[in-house]
């Protein structure tokens, strides 16, 4: 993670000039390493304006937690709905590494109907819509203590969480899309507990938090400023960034106007490599996004950027949700529906 001081190169938005490169000026430079591979670094060009926040994470392979007799979870049962991809394999590589018991049987397609799986040495049982409920009324009466963590696609989101809601089944949220009023109006007419959450990625998540509450403090402090968003994720991520729309309305409570079908949706290789410097070996799995804010005389801009390469950051904070609605299940706490920042205020960070 880095956050950075730099000039600007000019006032259009150019994503790999202004949010990636580093520029060629001379810097005085100081790194701070907080360990775990985590540094900051802070540098303070000739001139004191734009303001780049650039928050980067790497994750090439998951990283796996080592399993202590207090790291284990035995007693939370966690069904994964969307094995056969990648996101659903990394949240089971992550429950198992802390330790939750898998259950072996998963949603998918009708085209994955009846397929086995083999997901970290665990055969796993895909089912198709079909005969979804009562697969997991049955699966719910054998395991009473499972979470269900649904990373599908987001035409099922609705229904899948229609289903969970009828069932009466705790469920996390990582699938973005679909309708969310209907799908918060769907728990709160239920009474199952829920984790929804655009963003699973913790550090990201306290990035979202901090947005917020700037956006509560200071009310129209960017009022006039105009707006340039850009998001790069994997060509199979059909819908725009939750995450985008999340900062987004944060900038609209401080006085921005900006319409989300104005957000710039990078799924092109090619245009990833050149455009907005994705390295190319994440290409299967990164998410990037730059935000451009300029003020109505042109001569203030500021720029922010969070940027992930794999998806492991997203697997670990599914599991301490998991973990976290969990306990919330036990203690029948009176609130239902929450979100990741919840997860960060309680705490719950293994």
């Not at 399993?67 to 990394?90: E, F, R, W, Y």
């Not at 705790?170 to 963003?199: C, H, W």
């Not at 990164?286 to 042109?298: E, N, R």
């Amino acid at each position: 993670m880095s956050s950075m001081l730099k000039a600007p190169t000019s006032n259009n938005f150019r994503p790999k000039l202004n949010f990636l490169s580093g520029g060629s000026r001379a810097r005085r430079q100081c790194n701070i390493s907080f360990g775990s591979g985590v540094n900051v670094a802070f540098s303070k060009p000739r001139t004191s304006v734009p303001l780049v926040l650039c928050m980067t994470t790497t994750t090439e392979t998951t990283t796996q937690h080592q399993v202590t007799p207090m790291s284990k979870h035995n007693d939370v049962a966690i069904m994964v709905n969307g094995c056969t991809g990648k996101m659903g394999k990394a949240v089971i590589n992550a429950a198992d590494s802390a330790g939750l018991h898998i259950v072996p049987v998963s949603f998918g397609s009708a085209k994955e109907a009846e397929q086995t799986v083999d997901v970290c040495g665990k055969e796993i049982m895909v089912h198709g819509p079909s005969d979804k409920e009562s697969v997991l009324a049955s699966v719910f009466a054998e395991h009473p203590n499972m979470i269900v963590v649904d990373y599908t696609v987001p035409a099922a989101v609705n229904d899948n969480a229609e289903l969970y809601s009828k069932v009466g089944v705790p469920f996390v949220m990582g699938t973005t899309g679909g309708d969310r009023d209907r799908l918060y109006k769907t728990v709160e007419n239920s009474k199952v507990y829920a984790v929804i959450s655009p963003q699973m990625g913790k550090q990201v998540v306290a990035f979202l938090a901090a947005m917020e509450i700037m956006a509560e403090q200071f009310p129209e402090a960017f009022s006039g400023y105009s707006l340039q968003v850009l998001e790069s994720h994997q060509a199979g991520k059909l819908d725009t960034s939750g995450t985008a729309k999340a900062v987004i309305s944060c900038f609209q409570k401080l006085g921005v106007s900006f319409d989300m079908d104005q957000i710039q949706m990078i799924r092109d290789p090619k245009q990833q490599i050149e455009m907005v410097g994705v390295p190319e070996e994440h290409l299967p799995g990164h998410a990037f996004h730059m935000y451009h804010l300029t003020s109505p005389d042109q001569t203030v801009s500021f720029e922010f950027q969070h940027n992930v390469c794999g998806r492991s950051i997203y697997a670990e904070g599914t599991v301490d949700a998991v973990l976290f609605l969990s306990k919330k299940v036990q203690s029948k706490a009176d609130k239902q529906i929450y979100n990741m920042i919840d997860v960060l205020r309680e705490g719950n960070m293994r």
